[in-house]
């Protein structure tokens, strides 16, 4: 059983950074960020492969950052430059049966996936 514990999430206005974390019980496998805005589906943001490798959204491409901090356990995301089309709830995501792969490879399965492990959300509303 993997647990999501996710944090950082908040109000900014347009430019602004803010960082996300998810505090994960185990995680040396396939790891990603997905945000839902309201009215829409929920998309892919970013993705890490066991090896460090990294898969980013287009619209955040440059923008974010995804990392990992295995002494501590926590998945990260670094947001700036953030605008109001980036309000959502983030929600982490890890597959233990992802063992291995890059972060290219992870963010296709992440997306697919129906056994995904999910956190709670966490809300990012960013003003103009």
């Known amino acids: 059983q993997v647990q999501l514990v996710e944090s950082g999430g908040g109000s900014v206005q347009a430019g602004g950074s803010l960082r996300l974390s998810c505090a994960a019980s185990?995680?040396?496998?396939?790891m990603g960020w997905f945000r839902q805005a309201p009215g829409k589906e929920r998309e892919g943001v970013a993705a890490?492969?066991?090896?460090?490798?990294?898969k980013y959204a287009d619209s955040v491409k440059g923008r974010f950052t995804i990392s990992k901090d295995f002494a501590k356990n926590t998945l990260y995301l670094q947001m700036n430059s953030l605008a109001p089309e980036d309000t959502a709830v983030y929600y982490c995501a890890a597959n233990p049966s992802l063992r291995g792969f890059s972060g290219g490879y992870c963010w296709t399965t992440l997306s697919a996936a129906a056994d995904n492990y999910w956190g709670q959300g966490t809300q990012v509303t960013v003003s103009s």
């Open positions: 890490i492969g066991s090896d460090g490798s990294t």
């Open positions: 185990v995680y040396r496998f396939c």
